[in-house]
């Protein structure tokens, strides 16, 4: 069974850092591209990074670019989000999900992490 | 950048067919992925490569994709159904690949 779960997430002062992981099992880790996806509280979802199975390829949304760094240890089967300057409006619960598409064009989030809900607030 | 239009809420009545609108620019030519999330939950997958369904998901949940607009359809709604749906797609048109998001449908069962 795939199982994803966050850690990491918290209460942290505007100007913060915070580093969020997901560990995972059930599947090779190492084989899939992994994405976070974030959602504030009463809103939709929003992507916020996708890393390549290699970490050769990485992306990030316009929002968090330059100051969040998207991770992973495939010896540990773990994903991560190194999140700095902090801002109110990263109020988020943070997911990490696979990537299901294995063709490369038509990338999508087969599995979903239960969440981590990062605060930032004075 | 490439934008998801949905309609903000659908309403229907149990046994009755459900459909959830997701509007883009030629979204026919892209790959439409939907999400159901129900609340303090995390999303599920649905729907993918426009239509094709997850083991474990209901043959009544199905999807189309043509034109500018893809389309979510519920078969015989149960109260179980009742949730927030989300189309997404890759958008590949700059250097910087985006996945983009809906707004999302909250579906009501009467």
């Known amino acids: 069974e795939v199982q994803l779960v966050e850690s990491g997430g918290g209460l942290v002062q505007p100007g913060g850092s915070l580093r969020l992981s997901c560990a995972a099992s059930g599947f090779t880790f190492s084989s899939y591209s992994m994405n976070w996806v974030r959602q504030a509280p009463g809103k939709g979802l929003e992507w916020v990074s996708y890393?390549?199975?290699?970490?050769?390829?990485?992306y990030y949304a316009d929002s968090v670019k330059g100051r969040f760094t998207i991770s992973r240890d495939n010896a540990k089967n773990s994903l991560y989000l190194q999140m700095n300057s902090l801002r109110d409006e990263d109020t988020a619960v943070y997911y990490c999900?696979?990537?299901?598409?294995?063709?490369?064009?038509?990338?999508?989030?087969?599995?979903w992490g239960q969440g981590t809900l990062v605060t930032v607030s004075s | 950048s490439y934008v998801l239009t949905q309609p903000p809420s659908v309403s229907v009545a149990p046994g009755k067919t459900a459909r959830i609108t997701c509007g883009g620019n030629?979204?026919?030519?892209?790959?439409v992925h939907w999400y159901q999330q129900k609340p303090g939950q995390a999303p599920v997958l649905v729907i993918y490569y426009d239509s094709d369904r997850p083991s474990g998901i209901p043959e009544r949940f199905s999807g189309s994709n043509s034109g500018n607009t893809a389309t979510l359809t519920i078969s015989r709604v149960e109260a179980g159904d009742e949730a927030d749906y989300y189309c997404?797609?890759?958008?590949?048109?700059?250097?910087?690949?985006?996945?983009?998001f809906g707004g999302g449908t909250k579906l009501t069962v009467l």
């Open positions: 890393i390549s199975s290699s970490s050769s390829t990485i």
């Open positions: 997404q797609v890759w958008d590949s048109s700059s250097d910087h690949p985006k996945w983009v």
């Open positions: 030629n979204i026919g030519s892209k790959s």
């Open positions: 999900a696979r990537d299901g598409d294995s063709s490369g064009y038509y990338p999508h989030f087969d599995y």
